[in-house]
């Protein structure tokens, strides 16, 4: 299995950027996927959640109102579109798969499979 984050870069605060993560090698309308992040010295932590038929969708208080996560299960990508971004938000963001569905999505240790990680820069 693999999960290949991209889209990660520098942007000014209040900007956006759009992440995308491409799996292979599972079954990815079957899958919950998931985005979190991981600022330096700081514990990994939820951003948002999607369940595998993309009809389920939750966020961290932090992010809810400003990111949206989606995905397209015809092409195996999950995209989490960051607005109005914060330079506390400068981090690395990781995607994630779950087989189990239901409760559970905001806590990472339920996911079985992540992804690389992409930096997300956000200047001042």
């Known amino acids: 299995v693999q999960l290949q984050a991209s889209g990660g870069g520098l942007v000014q605060a209040g900007g956006s950027l759009r992440l995308s993560c491409a799996a292979s090698g599972l079954t990815f309308s079957s899958y919950g996927m998931g985005w979190f992040r991981q600022a330096p010295g700081k514990e990994r932590e939820f951003v948002g959640a999607i369940s595998y038929s993309g009809i389920g969708r939750y966020y961290a208080d932090s992010v809810r109102g400003r990111f949206t996560i989606s995905r397209d299960n015809a092409k195996n990508t999950v995209f989490l579109q960051m607005n109005s971004l914060k330079p506390e938000e400068t981090a690395v963001y990781y995607c994630?798969?779950?087989?189990?569905?239901?409760?559970?999505?905001?806590?990472?240790?339920?996911?079985?499979?992540w992804g690389q990680g992409t930096q997300v820069t956000v200047s001042s």
């Open positions: 994630a798969a779950r087989k189990t569905s239901g409760l559970g999505y905001n806590n990472a240790p339920t996911y079985d499979y």
